[in-house]
């Protein structure tokens, strides 16, 4: 989406500003975070926040700063798994239930757990994904609650990433309640900001540490510690820029709602494509992607040579023109042939055909957005399934 005018005018205004945020953010930073999280009924003060100049430095110090092996559901984000084994400790995947992605089963969760200890391991953090990367799926709450509970049951610190909860595709009719509502006392909530809330060349990530729970504040700490010594601040100009978004002015807020159901026609649009192939997918329900399973169609790929996730990564990323990375990225098995498939490349290569799309009273009437579903189309059609359907 283009850069509303409005943060543009902030970021131009605080361009001169020579001092530099501290480690964790400076005071109007992390006072507009707070403000965000209590709209969205999670209770919190400027102290129990931190701020980092994107995910991958906040997740690695809030990692760091827990110790112990790490869980998390299969499929997941893609930075997940290299961020756990960038610290040295070793990541579990988790099955998640049929009806989405982003948290995992709880019976498969206490029983990894058990395995684990007996091995000798020492798990200690659950990171989930309610609004999910890359599923697109929103976990319902019931399956959030049993996950939360047997995560807490066996003492892990749960880490909700909600970086994708403002990108509902049907705010009204999608039910999203946070892991921090359910178990307040025993779960950090992480967002990076750059793409939902904020422009996504602007890096910028929050954590909402448990408030008032007693190992919170040495958790906040010590992750403030390892943001230290990474020497990872918000810069000043983006930081006045990204407080001025995260309090939500209504340009903005109107922006993000109609990237939101843009994004939300695309996906739905790819959803049908898939499903009409004969692959599998899951309803893509917020986010910008959704994840596919093409095993049906594995007779036909492996007359091309297609056999893992590997090789059908680089056989859909050279057919359609853009990258569409593999399940084995996202955690799951080699074997499987799954892939991610993104709606940002739909709405145009350049400036002017993205800017043509947003604009659209229907993005899949402009031109080039159609010519991409069509090679995706075209793309998927060219494997039919033994039993395709009418």
Do not use: N
């Not at 007693?214 to 930081?239: E, I």
């Amino acid at each position: 989406m283009p850069v509303a005018g409005e943060l543009v005018a902030v970021l131009a205004a605080a361009a001169d500003r020579s001092e530099p945020e501290p480690p964790g953010g400076g005071a109007v930073l992390r006072e507009a975070a707070c403000g965000y999280w209590w709209r969205r009924g999670l209770r919190c003060h400027p102290e129990d926040l931190v701020a980092a100049p994107g995910a991958g430095p906040l997740l690695a110090a809030v990692l760091a700063a827990h110790g112990g092996d790490v869980l998390m559901p299969r499929p997941c984000p893609l930075g997940w798994t290299p961020q756990a084994r960038l610290l040295g400790r070793t990541a579990y995947h988790v099955p998640t239930p049929a009806e989405c992605g982003g948290v995992p089963d709880s019976y498969a969760l206490l029983e990894t757990v058990r395995r684990v200890r007996a091995e000798g391991g020492h798990p200690a953090v659950l990171l989930l994904c309610v609004a999910d990367d890359p599923t697109g799926t929103v976990a319902p709450p019931e399956l959030v609650r049993e996950a939360c509970e047997a995560a807490v049951a066996e003492g892990l610190h749960i880490v909700s990433d909600e970086t994708w909860r403002d990108t509902l595709h049907r705010p009204h009719t999608t039910v999203l309640v946070s892991p921090g509502e359910m178990c307040p006392d025993d779960v950090t909530v992480l967002c990076d900001l750059s793409g939902a809330v904020a422009p996504a060349s602007w890096p910028a990530a929050v954590a909402r540490f448990p408030a008032g729970a007693a190992a919170s504040a040495a958790y906040r700490a010590r992750t403030l510690d390892v943001l230290t010594a990474l020497g990872a601040r918000v810069p000043g100009p983006l930081a006045a820029a990204v407080a001025h978004a995260l309090d939500e002015p209504e340009p903005v807020t109107a922006q993000a709602t109609a990237a939101a159901a843009l994004h939300g026609r695309l996906a739905a649009a790819v959803h049908r494509t898939v499903q009409d192939a004969g692959a599998l997918a899951l309803p893509p329900e917020a986010g910008r992607h959704l994840y596919a399973d093409l095993d049906p169609l594995r007779e036909p790929l492996t007359e091309r040579g297609v056999t893992d996730s590997i090789a059908l990564e680089e056989y859909l990323s050279e057919r359609l023109g853009t990258p569409v990375p593999g399940g084995h990225r996202f955690g799951d098995e080699l074997g499987a042939l799954r892939v991610r498939l993104a709606t940002l490349p739909l709405l145009g290569r350049t400036p002017g055909e993205r800017a043509e799309a947003v604009a659209a009273d229907d993005p899949l009437d402009v031109p080039h957005v159609a010519r991409a579903l069509d090679r995706l189309t075209a793309t998927l059609r060219d494997l039919p399934p033994d039993d395709p359907r009418p």
